[in-house]
Each structure stands twice: as C-alpha cells, then as structure tokens.
C-alpha cells in the first residue's frame, strides 16, 4: 500500500507540476515581454519582440519551478485532505510524516534542474538578453514610430531622451536629444533636421546632417548651463555616447558560470567593498534549496486545511510559502553583498527557516491525527 502511495503521490504531483510550469512560464513571459515594451515606450518589430521570447523563458526557470512543484504539492495534498484520504492513512497505521516523504524525489529532482538552469542556462540568457535590447534599440532608430513622440531610453550610466516633431524620409524633424547621467542632466541638443545612426560595436548614437543644432551643456549637480552653447547652421557628424551596450558581452555576475563566478567571489572578498558575486551565488543556491524544501512546506500548510474549494488549500499552501521563503531570500543577498556573511551562510538561512516551519506543521499533523 504504501508503495502504491507513493506512486500515486508522486504521479498526480509530476503531472501537475509540468502543467503549471507551463502556465507559470507563460504568464511570466508575457509579463516580461509587456515590461520590455514599457521599457522603451515604444513596441520593437514583432520579430525582435518574440526573440525576447526563448531567453525570458529560460531565466525565468529557476523561479517557475519552485513555485509550480509547490502549487501540484499543495494541490494534490489539499485534495488528500479534503476527500478524506489522508484519515483513512491514518486510520490504517501510516505515521502523519509518511506520505510526505514521496515529495522528496520530486524535489530533488527540482533542485537538481533549478541549480542546472540558474547555473548554465540563466547566464547564456542573460547575454542574449543583453544582446536583444540592443537590437530593439536599433530597431526603434531604423524604424521609429510616426507623429510627434517623446521616448526615453535607459542607458548603463547615461540615459537619452528622443523627442521629434515627425519622421519623414529617415530624417527626424524637430529633433531633441537629452542626455542625463545618475547626477542628472548633462547636455541638450535640438536641430531642425537630423539622421540617427544607433552603432553598436560603440554603443553610441550618431547623429548626421545636422540641419540648425544648438548643443547645451550642463552641470549634473547644478543643473547650471556650462559654458556657451554651441550652434550652427549645419553639422554633418555629431556623436552621442550612449553605453547602452556594446557589443562586448556583460561582465555581471549574473552572466557568469560556476567557476567564473567563483573566482569572482574570491576577488571581491579580496579586494573588500560590494560583493556582487557573493550576493549572486547566494541567490542560486537559495532557488535550488528552495526547488527541495516548498513543495514540502505547501503541502504540509495545504494539509491542515479540510476544506470543499481546493483552491482555498492551494492559498493555504503556497502563500505562507513563497511569501516567506523568497523575500528571506531576498533579505539575505543582501546581506551577502554587503558582507555580513558568507554566500553559504546567507542561502541556507531561508532553507532552515523552511525546515523550521515544517518541522512546526508536521508537528500539528502528528498530533491532530487528521482529525
């Protein structure tokens, strides 16, 4: 019987958990896929939109199947309860822990393909990411939207806002161009009449056929006019820099392997200061813990609850869960980037807070009885 338990368990759980993954993935890649819209307040070309696609999917699989094994785990189990299936175990000798324990292969399971994708797979999809805004930059350039538009794009230290009267023949008419840095703005460009190149291998904008350009600079701190402003009647090349990303692969700890990540860690311990790495690493290793440890924790919250709606269980199982598992998570990064403990130490507290809480729930199984 028991075996034939585990079985059925594990079964009802697997199947659950690849249709939620599924769905789970999906939801987020449309959520990522309208942020990077938002982002560049304009739509890129569908093509470069569903390339986003592949990459968004992968990066978000150390998130979507922790939480999808906890929503089957919490579902199944709820279900158990609420159909009376786990009093009748009870009733025939089987200890309150013992059907519980056929999660255990799942959730290695879990742990094993969480720690793969953060792992290998995140860092390869963040560089195509990387790859892709570029490409939706240049997009906008070559085919930017018609009428009077003010846009602004996001840039790794400098941002640039776009604004023109109109687009006619690949000239932008009533151009202006600002460019801000964290401090604040720095310089102001309009012209009656220009052409934008975006170049990636320099990650900067050209500007060509200036027609009337009157180029301000300021101070960041100030917001004070520099100097004196510099206009023409015509300027045929004019370059923006603008470090949205070049061409060069990102050097973020996030686009980082095991082993370079590694040796990253070691050199920022070295070195004192912001430990990226560190803050990196704890968030892989706290994902993979946490692929073992939620569908334990939902389904015993989810078990407690005797209840006709299942979906009442599910909430019951995976709110409390996620809900305090991730942002401890969260928590704890931060507290290996700042070095007040190690990567190890910073990933495995949330792991014994979920131990913690289901060595708690187990406790209230064992002595309700299910009843």
Same mark, same amino acid.
């Given at each position: 019987m028991i075996l034939r338990l585990d079985r059925v368990v594990l079964r009802d759980t697997a199947l659950t958990s690849l249709v939620a993954v599924l769905g789970i993935t999906f939801l987020f890649t449309a959520l990522g896929l309208y942020q990077i819209v938002n982002r560049f307040e304009v739509t890129p070309r569908f093509g470069t939109l569903v390339s986003f696609a592949p990459s968004l999917w992968v990066s978000l699989l150390p998130f979507s199947l922790p939480v999808s094994v906890l929503f089957s785990a919490s579902l199944v189990f709820g279900r158990m309860r609420a159909e009376r299936e786990l009093l009748l175990l009870a009733s025939s000798g089987v200890a309150p822990w013992r059907p519980f324990l056929a999660l255990l292969p799942l959730g290695l399971l879990t &742990? &094993? $393909?969480?720690?793969?994708?953060?792992?290998?797979?995140?860092?390869?999809?963040?560089?195509?990411r990387h790859s892709l805004q570029r490409r939706a930059l240049a997009?906008?350039?070559?085919?930017?939207?018609?009428?009077?538009?003010?846009?602004?794009?996001?840039?790794?230290?400098?941002?640039?806002? +776009?604004?023109?009267?109109?687009?006619?023949?690949?000239?932008?008419d009533g151009l202006g161009v600002m460019v801000y840095s964290d401090e604040g703005l720095l310089a102001s460009l309009t012209a009656r009449r220009a052409r934008i190149v975006y170049q990636r291998v320099?990650?900067?904008? $050209?500007?060509?056929?200036?027609?009337?350009?009157? $180029? +301000?600079?300021?101070?960041?701190?100030?917001?004070?006019?520099?100097?004196?402003?510099?206009?023409?009647?015509? +300027?045929?090349?004019?370059?923006?820099?603008?470090?949205?990303?070049?061409?060069?692969?990102?050097?973020?700890?996030? &686009?980082?392997?095991? +082993?370079?990540?590694?040796?990253?860690?070691?050199?920022?311990?070295?070195?004192?200061?912001?430990?990226?790495?560190?803050?990196? &690493?704890a968030r892989r290793i706290g994902l993979a813990l946490g692929g073992l440890l939620l569908p334990l924790l939902g389904a015993l919250l989810a078990a407690l609850v005797s209840h006709p709606n299942r979906l009442f269980s599910v909430g019951v199982g995976v709110i409390p869960a996620a809900l305090g598992y991730f942002p401890a998570m969260i928590a704890c990064q931060g507290l290996a980037e700042r070095g007040v403990t190690s990567a190890a130490v910073a990933a495995s507290i949330p792991g014994l807070l979920a131990l913690l809480g289901c060595a708690a729930v187990l406790r209230l199984h064992w002595r309700s009885g299910w009843a």
């Amino acid at each position: 019987m028991i075996l034939r338990l585990d079985r059925v368990v594990l079964r009802d759980t697997a199947l659950t958990s690849l249709v939620a993954v599924l769905g789970i993935t999906f939801l987020f890649t449309a959520l990522g896929l309208y942020q990077i819209v938002n982002r560049f307040e304009v739509t890129p070309r569908f093509g470069t939109l569903v390339s986003f696609a592949p990459s968004l999917w992968v990066s978000l699989l150390p998130f979507s199947l922790p939480v999808s094994v906890l929503f089957s785990a919490s579902l199944v189990f709820g279900r158990m309860r609420a159909e009376r299936e786990l009093l009748l175990l009870a009733s025939s000798g089987v200890a309150p822990w013992r059907p519980f324990l056929a999660l255990l292969p799942l959730g290695l399971l879990t &742990a &094993a $393909l969480v720690a793969f994708a953060v792992s290998e797979l995140g860092p390869q999809a963040y560089s195509e990411r990387h790859s892709l805004q570029r490409r939706a930059l240049a997009d906008f350039i070559d085919h930017p939207p018609q009428g009077p538009r003010e846009l602004r794009f996001p840039g790794s230290g400098t941002s640039i806002d +776009i604004s023109y009267a109109s687009f006619e023949g690949g000239h932008f008419d009533g151009l202006g161009v600002m460019v801000y840095s964290d401090e604040g703005l720095l310089a102001s460009l309009t012209a009656r009449r220009a052409r934008i190149v975006y170049q990636r291998v320099s990650g900067s904008l $050209l500007l060509t056929g200036c027609v009337e350009p009157r $180029l +301000i600079q300021f101070d960041p701190q100030t917001g004070a006019p520099v100097g004196m402003p510099l206009a023409a009647e015509r +300027i045929n090349e004019l370059r923006v820099p603008f470090d949205f990303g070049a061409d060069e692969e990102p050097d973020a700890p996030k &686009a980082m392997r095991t +082993i370079p990540l590694m040796h990253q860690m070691s050199a920022e311990i070295s070195a004192g200061g912001r430990r990226s790495a560190s803050s990196e &690493a704890a968030r892989r290793i706290g994902l993979a813990l946490g692929g073992l440890l939620l569908p334990l924790l939902g389904a015993l919250l989810a078990a407690l609850v005797s209840h006709p709606n299942r979906l009442f269980s599910v909430g019951v199982g995976v709110i409390p869960a996620a809900l305090g598992y991730f942002p401890a998570m969260i928590a704890c990064q931060g507290l290996a980037e700042r070095g007040v403990t190690s990567a190890a130490v910073a990933a495995s507290i949330p792991g014994l807070l979920a131990l913690l809480g289901c060595a708690a729930v187990l406790r209230l199984h064992w002595r309700s009885g299910w009843a």
